[in-house]
């Protein structure tokens, strides 16, 4: 098989330790009917037809016994084993990129992730995955959630109850497209892998590393909400926000109050079963989630009022803010719960058609992706406006991506840039800079990321998929040598923003 050209694998993760249950050999090597358990796992896998090659993670000093079960138990479909990562997903990648050279370049190659401790997985749910790429670019088998099902913020107090019939537990294993999957963990810095873990993600480390230019060009006119507001608002509205969304209010709203791309903690209401929290940079939208649905999943509507009171609101908190009266602004935020209770019990279709958000990236849908995507637009569209203010303080520079000699003309006739340019730029950018959020793509098809942070913290570099340039943020300005640097670095020439 190491010699053949796949078109679906699995990457078995056998790098555990077995310290929870106590005992001397890791869970995964104990004999259990007459053969390790991880030789129960892999003869699944040998047995289902859509499955064509195998590749276990683990420690090394495993490899020779792991290659002897091969040979012992008839294993042929182990292509080899490689080493296991610090933690689950760095064995991921491990296992992806030992496999790269076996599975063929389809798009529609794909790969499970099994644990070794998953000897029970059927060949039938195995095969079931692999068929299921077909529709999907990612699969897993859940079970629907029959409890009731609450949420708390405190451990204590119950804050909402949520539709069970929404709800479904995800199981393992799961399977994926290989090459997109390949490419975000062969992209994705280390730390940043380390810290994924399901749906829904905090993005609280990337907003940590975002303030620092955040604090150069905020004017201080609006507020980044304390925990206690958090927890206010949130008793008000009788829900916890999304994770991504509290730490939005607690850590970049006030750039995001500023341009509009925030709903104040203040004015976010019901608005029958749904919960607006962002402002698109799109007039009159709002974007938030539906009652007792994925915290994830964004929907669209059209922001209305059938009796327009709300309407002056905005401007009202604007004013608030600009006084500093936090009095005020806690009226206001009594006063609009009051007000949108009365206007769901007068007007029960609202809001008006909205649009659940499906989009390929996940920044166009995600309730993690989506705020960070905000945070990243906000900066870019503030330094602009700092810059101008401030012309002769060079914080904002420019790289014009030019690849006009190397475009190719499709059969449509429109020419097209080549992947291959924007995974070179890519490869020269990580020279300096670090991916900063793995759910951040600003192209789909190369991969190129939305935003790059430098490994020292000292510069942020933005590639948005409706420009032509990459921008070079600044926050303490060109100190000496950095911008030599990083141009050194990467190769790239950035000049000064002319705006």
């Known amino acids: 098989p190491g010699a053949e050209i796949l078109r679906s694998i699995a990457v078995v993760l056998s790098g555990g330790t077995g310290t929870r249950m106590g005992v001397d050999v890791p869970k995964q090597y ?15 896998l040998q047995r ?60 529609l190659s794909g790969v499970i992730i099994q644990d070794a401790v998953r000897p029970l997985a059927s060949v039938a749910l195995l095969a079931k995955l692999i068929g299921e790429l077909k529709e999907a670019p990612a699969v897993m088998p859940a079970l629907p959630i029959t409890d ?19 709800l479904f537990a995800g199981q393992a294993p799961e399977a994926f497209r290989y090459w997109p999957y390949w490419e975000l963990y062969r992209d994705t810095a280390k730390e940043i892998l380390s810290s994924m873990s399901g749906s829904c993600q905090s993005i609280q480390k990337e907003l940590e590393a975002l303030r620092p230019f955040a604090d150069r060009v905020s004017s201080g006119d609006f507020p980044l909400y304390s925990e206690k507001e958090v927890l206010e608002a949130e008793k008000r509205l009788g829900t916890s926000l999304p994770a991504p969304v509290r730490e939005l209010y607690r850590g970049m709203a006030d750039l995001l109050l500023e341009k509009m791309l925030l709903t104040p903690l203040e004015l976010v209401h019901w608005e029958g079963d749904y919960l607006g929290f962002y402002e698109s940079p799109d007039d009159g939208v709002a974007l938030g989630i539906k009652r007792g649905g994925d915290p994830d999943q964004l929907y669209r509507w059209e922001l209305s009022d059938p009796e327009e009171e709300s309407f ?7 004013g608030l803010c600009e006084e500093g009266d936090q009095m005020g602004r806690q009226k206001l935020a009594r006063r ?11 007007y029960p ?17 995600a309730t993690d992706a989506y705020g960070l995507f905000l945070a990243l637009y906000v900066l870019d569209e503030a330094y602009q ?23 190719e003309v499709q059969a449509n006739g429109e020419r097209r840039v080549p992947d291959r340019c924007f995974a070179r730029l890519h490869d020269q950018i990580t020279r300096a800079f670090a991916p900063l959020s793995p759910g951040l793509l600003a192209l789909e098809g190369p991969g190129l990321q939305m935003a790059y942070l430098h490994r020292e913290g000292k510069a942020l570099l933005l590639a948005f998929d409706w420009d032509t340039a990459l921008t070079l943020l600044l926050p303490g300005g060109a100190e000496p040598g950095l911008l030599e640097g990083i141009e050194g670095d990467t190769g790239l020439n950035f000049k000064p923003c002319k705006l």
């Not at 609009?336 to 007068?346: G, L």
């Open 30 to 44: 104990i004999e259990l009917a007459g053969k390790p358990v991880i030789v129960h796992t892999l003869n699944q």
């Open 48 to 107: 289902c037809e859509a499955v064509d090659g195998v590749v276990v993670t683990a420690s090394p000093m495993w490899n020779t016994q792991i290659l002897q079960w091969k040979e012992e138990f008839g294993l042929e479909k182990l292509l080899t084993v490689a080493p296991a990562g610090e933690d689950r997903q760095l064995s991921i990648r491990s296992g992806l990129m030992a496999a790269e050279n076996f599975v063929d370049r389809d798009e």
């Open 148 to 166: 009731t099902t609450y949420t708390s913020r405190d451990g204590r107090w119950v804050n909402g109850l949520l539709d069970r019939s929404t």
């Open 312 to 318: 002056d609101y905005p401007d009202e908190f604007t």
């Open 336 to 346: 609009c719960h009051a007000y949108w209770k009365k206007i769901n019990a007068r």
């Open 349 to 365: 279709n609202l809001p008006e058609q909205p649009v659940k958000l499906e989009y390929e990236t996940r920044y166009n849908w």
């Open 385 to 407: 406006d700092f810059q101008r203010e401030h012309p002769g303080q060079a914080l904002l520079l420019r790289w014009d991506m030019d690849f006009s000699v190397e475009a």
